[in-house]
T-cell receptor
């Protein structure tokens, strides 16, 4: 148990629809990052939020957007879904946005998104 | 260029034997961190071991050890006394402060432990 909870665990959407994925971070963690993991690939960084501000973004189009709330939970929103958006979406929380750390970064179990 | 390269898509090991999973990395930074994660079919990333770029000793965590060769930019994971529960995907990853501390992951190695 990492204390990072993601919802929903599985969902199916139709191409063109919008989806919202949610992440509750570990207590006391102020940084949340999101990753997309396509089948057979390693996770790819989408973006990171630190104290409610986006402070890093990977190579993803603007239809991938996010929010972080005052309690440090976070949402990932994807608009105009495409078939290639089908993937496992992982959330990771940590205590600080600026430092490398060892075992203080916790991943959730992910949300499996299928776009048909 | 790939930041993390894992060249072994799949590996097999006999139960109770040791296995080495390869990882090479690419960075021009002096400060970085190297990680190994285990990912079972459920999807969760389980932290195994961490090596900081300034750490002089190889990291160890129970049956896991990291063979860190800085000059060769390699960070191989060694699992000793393999167990059936070790069967999973294994990912090598790196974080760099200068790129916002995002994780760069490799493509993973699928490990199967044979009874």
């Amino acid at each position: 148990e990492t204390g990072v909870t993601q919802s929903p665990t599985h969902l199916i959407k139709t191409r063109g629809q919008q989806v919202t994925l949610r992440c509750s971070s570990q207590s006391g963690h102020n940084t949340v990052s999101w990753y997309q993991q396509a089948l057979g690939q390693g996770p790819q960084f989408i973006f990171q939020y630190y104290r409610e501000e986006e402070n890093g973004r990977g190579n993803f189009p603007p239809r991938f957007s996010g929010l972080q709330f005052p309690n440090y939970s976070s949402e990932l929103n994807v608009n105009a879904l495409e078939l290639d958006d089908s993937a496992l979406y992982l959330c990771a929380s940590s205590q600080s946005g600026g430092l490398i750390s060892g075992n203080t970064i916790y991943f959730g179990e992910g949300s499996w998104l299928t776009v048909v | 260029a790939q930041k993390i390269t894992q060249t072994q898509p799949g590996m097999f090991v006999q139960e109770k034997e040791a296995v080495t999973l390869d990882c090479t990395y690419d960075t021009s930074d002096q400060s970085y961190g190297l990680f190994w994660y285990k990912q079972p079919s459920s999807g969760e990333m389980i932290f195994l071991i961490y090596q900081g770029s300034y750490d002089e000793q190889n990291a160890t965590e129970g049956r896991y050890s990291l063979n860190f060769q800085k000059a060769r930019k390699s960070a191989n994971l060694v699992i000793s006394a393999s167990q059936l529960g070790d069967s999973a995907m294994y990912f090598c990853a790196m974080r760099e402060p200068n790129t916002g501390n995002q994780f760069y992951f490799g493509t993973g190695t699928s490990l199967t432990v044979i009874p």
